[in-house]
């Protein structure tokens, strides 16, 4: 069975998440239903991230087995026109070897998180952004952001329903980078990883608005950090400002 790689962009507001439920939708249903439409049968699909409700994508990468060695064109193609209306695009699709995983052959993850600092509540852009109505100190957050990079034990900015193994991470790059707009500052976070855990990158951002805020320190994020205590993270930031923005693999599937 032909194996393919599948570079996939969504919104999440319709979506209980990534991974297929019985009773909700899910990305990976929807997907997963479209395939069922060009070659009838079960499909299961595997994917780099599960993203939780509400988070978006524009470089989740995913594999399909099917029974037909389609071009992959026409394979985008025809999942895109199957997919509608939902928010789903195939971006772009590739045929891979028949071992190739999406999940176990990831080097790196990126993370795009967005939020913007104004009065006025979002229109155009509600649903994909965490709005604050109070100004942040960029140089404070980046402060902050930098006593999480290395290797630690993140058990404070864990979920509770956390699955994986352990909670010790290499945090690669948290970068914090100030947009000044119209109206608002604009603040995009870039998080790179090979792995997360759940709730991780929510829990850095809503830690370090505080730090922005004034009212943490960056030496509150190390005491919450050595901590190794769920209780002494900051709040958990609402999930619509948080993007699945690149999969890095040894080749590029997609090159």
């Not at 099917?66 to 064109?73: H, I």
């Not at 590739?94 to 913007?116: K, N, Q, S, T």
């Not at 999480?148 to 979920?159: A, E, K, N, P, V």
């Not at 030496?219 to 950090?225: E, Q, R």
Request: hydrophobic letters at 40%; proline letters at 7%; one cysteine or more.
């Amino acid at each position: 069975m032909p194996r393919f790689a599948l570079l996939i962009e969504y919104h999440g507001a319709p979506f209980a998440g990534w991974q297929r439920q019985n009773d909700q939708p899910s990305v990976q249903g929807a997907i997963e239903a479209a395939l069922a439409k060009i070659e009838p049968g079960e499909h299961t699909i595997g994917a780099a991230g599960r993203t939780d409700a509400g988070v978006h994508a524009t470089g989740q990468v995913a594999h399909c087995d099917l029974s037909r060695d389609w071009d992959p064109f026409r394979l985008s193609e025809a999942l895109n026109y199957h997919l509608k209306p939902n928010p789903v695009a195939i971006l772009k699709c590739a045929r891979v070897d028949d071992d190739w995983h999406a999940r176990f052959g990831a080097l790196e993850r990126r993370y795009l998180f967005r939020l913007l600092a104004r009065r006025a509540p979002l229109t155009s852009e509600a649903g994909q952004m965490w709005r604050v109505n109070h100004p942040l100190d960029a140089a404070a957050m980046q402060a902050g952001a930098d006593r999480l990079i290395g290797l630690h034990d993140f058990t404070t900015f864990r979920s509770s329903i956390c699955q994986s193994k352990s909670p010790v991470k290499t945090l690669d790059s948290l970068q914090v980078v100030e947009i000044p707009r119209d109206v608002g500052t604009e603040y995009q976070f870039h998080i790179r990883a090979r792995s997360f855990l759940h709730n991780q990158v929510r829990s850095f951002v809503g830690t370090l608005e505080r730090v922005g805020s004034g009212r943490w320190t960056p030496d509150d994020v190390t005491a919450a950090l050595k901590a190794r205590d769920r209780a002494a993270c900051g709040p958990v930031c609402p999930p619509q400002g948080l993007y699945l923005a690149h999969v890095t693999y040894p080749k590029d599937p997609f090159a």
